[in-house]
């Protein structure tokens, strides 16, 4: 099992930066892929962004592309999502997710655990 906690959220006006984090506890995550989801209001969950296992490669969704940036700490099983230049568009409820492999994906079918989630609103 892991138990996944983020935090970070907030409000915040358009072009303001936030960055959010998510702790991870129990069984080695360091080992997995992780991954940032977000469903804003009436939307479906979308995939932001991955990071495979030792942080050696990234993906990104397009719509935060050259915005945000995934990284990772093993030595402390966190995972950070920084964001810059928030649009209200971007304004959801931001998860973090544990993948079932070293190297990530956008289908959150592949993700095995979940966070419960941080809330991000962007003003206009």
């Known amino acids: 099992q892991v138990q996944l906690v983020e935090s970070g959220g907030g409000l915040v006006q358009a072009g303001d930066s936030l960055r959010l984090s998510c702790a991870a506890s129990?069984?080695?995550?360091?080992?997995?892929?992780m991954g940032w989801f977000r469903q804003g209001p009436g939307k479906e969950r979308e995939f932001v962004a991955a990071?495979?296992?030792?942080?050696?490669?990234?993906y990104y969704a397009d719509s935060v592309k050259g915005r945000f940036t995934i990284s990772r700490d093993n030595a402390k099983n966190t995972v950070n999502l920084q964001m810059n230049s928030l649009k209200p568009e971007d304004t959801a409820v931001y998860y973090c997710?544990?993948?079932?492999?070293?190297?990530?994906?956008?289908?959150?079918?592949?993700?095995?655990?979940w966070g419960q989630g941080t809330q991000v609103a962007v003003s206009s």
């Open positions: 997710a544990t993948h079932r492999y070293r190297y990530g994906s956008s289908d959150p079918r592949e993700y095995a655990y």
């Open positions: 129990g069984r080695t995550s360091s080992a997995y892929a």
């Open positions: 990071i495979n296992y030792n942080g050696g490669s990234t």
